[in-house]
């Protein structure tokens, strides 16, 4: 463990958290390494090792931040409505998913690699912050669609959740992959974020 303060122990996890971020908006995953981490920290690239042991636990640090991040907006929709229609409750959730860009950016990565290359206490933390997630959905349906059954509602989010590992390929094209479509003759129509969220809200719901 690194010596210090708590407080100091936890600003160090954000400063390499935050560096992360940062890289992550121009690099690929692959291509973060911790050494280009640690080149954007304050201090020293070894020092990276007395709180994340590998860029996978670094990522998805990152990773639980945005599902925490998310959750709040949630909780906000749940305290803050007594009553929306399903075009309301979809239209107020899809606002939500799309201002988190980078969430649906690390849902399209491979994060099966992410987690079986962290610790168990880290990956025990972030799976808390992911079933929040989840049981604040269920809460929302429930409160906002009181004729759901216990099996809609299960349905719901056995679609909902792996639904939203696909929303970022599919909203964030390149100009590559937009010839590559075009020269292999695939149509493809240009959706945002909240657009394709929201459609399939509405099938859900």
Not at 24 to 41: A, H, P, Q, R, W
Not at 68 to 78: H, M
Not at 140 to 164: A, G, Q, R, T, W
């Amino acid at each position: 463990m690194p010596k210090g303060s708590p407080e100091l122990t936890a600003a160090r996890k954000e400063e390499i958290v935050n560096a992360c971020e940062k890289l992550y908006k121009t690099m690929s995953f692959k291509d973060i390494t911790l050494k280009e981490i640690g080149n954007v920290t304050s201090f020293t690239r070894t020092s990276i090792y007395n709180y994340f042991q590998t860029k996978e636990e670094i990522f998805l640090a990152l990773f639980e931040r945005e599902y925490v991040r998310w959750n709040k907006d949630l909780q906000s929709i749940l305290n803050g409505n007594e009553k929306l229609g399903r075009e309301q409750l979809a239209d107020k959730i899809a606002s939500s998913i799309s201002k988190r860009e980078q969430l649906l950016k690390l849902l399209a990565m491979n994060n099966y690699d992410m987690e079986s290359n962290s610790r168990p206490e880290l990956l025990t933390s972030f799976k808390v912050a992911y079933g929040e997630s989840i049981r604040i959905m269920i809460s929302l349906l429930k409160k906002f669609c009181p004729d759901k059954s216990e099996d809609d509602i299960s349905d719901f989010v056995y679609v909902f959740f792996p639904f939203m590992f696909g929303i970022y390929p599919y909203t964030a094209v390149t100009d590559k992959q937009r010839k590559a479509m075009d020269e292999a003759h695939v149509g493809f129509t240009y959706h945002t974020v909240y657009d394709i969220t929201k459609n399939c809200l509405l099938r859900l719901l």
